[in-house]
């Protein structure tokens, strides 16, 4: 289609990248240029919840990379999980910080929203925040060491310490809302919305 705009992921996320790959959606990346740790540090002290936390970095990624995009569709993109015990989990800081999260995620079901913005134009013209329930069941120590042995690191960059699609899968013993979300994106909201611009056929 050569009037569509085209497509920027500003996030450096294998994940998110492979994930648009695998769908057939085209798209360049770009790094988002953002102080993450700036931000997350003043929306932590705005005292947001789980779900508003990733909604507001994923439009702070997507803003920002703007700056640096002549044109298109810039998509930012941010996923949190909410703890058990009301805290918010971010990706681990190192191995020993990966079982100390698996403990808290131990044994109770927690919330994981991936939280999606495009900005266009110099503005968020579209934004999705997708909701996922993970049910984990009571894992032992014995477990979270072979696991860690088996999935570190591989399992650094993911927020929540698992990847649903490999060795995560024996963290839960019950999963509710879609894949994708799990994996970083509401990719199914998204491809919708790419639909009605032009970027994917209908
Ligand atoms: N493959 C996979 N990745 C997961 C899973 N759960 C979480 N993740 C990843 C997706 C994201 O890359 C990462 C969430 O971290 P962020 O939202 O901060 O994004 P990240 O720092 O990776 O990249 P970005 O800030 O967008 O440049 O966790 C999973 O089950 N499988």
């Known amino acids: 289609m050569t009037d569509a ?12 990248r492979a994930m648009l790959a695998a769908a057939g959606i085209a798209h360049d990346a770009v790094a988002n240029g953002l102080d993450e740790e700036a931000a997350k540090a003043a929306l932590a002290a705005e005292g947001l ?34 703890a058990p015990d009301g805290g918010l989990l971010d990706k681990p800081a190192g191995r020993d910080d990966a079982a ?24 968020p013209v579209w934004r999705h925040i997708g909701h996922a329930r993970l049910h984990v069941r009571a894992l032992s120590d014995a477990f979270i060491e072979a696991y860690l042995e088996a999935e570190w690191p591989a399992i650094s960059g993911c927020v929540g310490c698992y990847r649903v699609e490999g060795m ?12 994708w979300t799990i994996l970083g994106l509401p990719l199914l909201p998204l491809a919708a919305y790419l639909r009605d611009r032009g970027v994917l056929l209908s």
Request: glycine share 10%.
């Open 49 to 82: 919840g789980a779900r508003d936390f990733a909604d507001a970095l994923a439009e702070l990624k997507a803003m920002r990379a703007a700056t640096r995009v002549s044109s298109g569709l810039v998509l930012g993109a941010d996923s949190v999980v909410a």
């Open 5 to 16: 705009p085209r497509l920027v992921l500003a996030s450096q996320s294998a994940s998110r």
């Open 100 to 123: 100390t999260q698996l403990r808290r995620l131990s044994g109770a079901q927690h919330d994981l929203y991936s939280a999606a913005v495009i900005v266009e134009g110099g503005r």
């Open 168 to 179: 995560g899968a024996q963290l839960f013993h019950r999963v509710e809302g879609d894949h």
